[in-house]
């Protein structure tokens, strides 16, 4: 078995990181601004993608690049709970 190119790897990480962030952007979307739940919905997925990063093998140099996917999860996520509302 080959292991995977690490810029492959590392579009998976992110890409994970992205689709792990949408429930959590979708049902931030509709909560007060600054409330617990606002921030138990953003910080909750981070030590999951914590694990997907080391197992991935990646360093903290590759924290920004995987934080983007994170955040545009959350950003798309509120996005879709705003268009449903629509």
């Not at 890409?15 to 429930?23: G, K, T």
């Not at 007060?32 to 093998?57: C, D, E, N, Q």
Request: charged share 10%; aromatic share 10%; hydrophobic share 60%.
């Amino acid at each position: 078995m080959t292991a995977l190119n690490p810029i492959i790897l590392l579009a998976l990480v992110t890409l994970a990181a992205l689709v792990l962030n949408l429930p959590f952007g979708y049902m931030r979307a509709k909560t007060k601004k600054l409330s617990v739940m606002w921030f138990l919905y953003i910080h909750v997925p981070i030590p999951f993608i914590f694990i997907l990063r080391t197992l991935a093998g990646f360093g903290i140099q590759f924290i920004p690049i995987i934080a983007a996917g994170a955040i545009i999860g959350q950003l798309l996520g509120g996005k879709l709970n705003n268009a449903k509302a629509s």
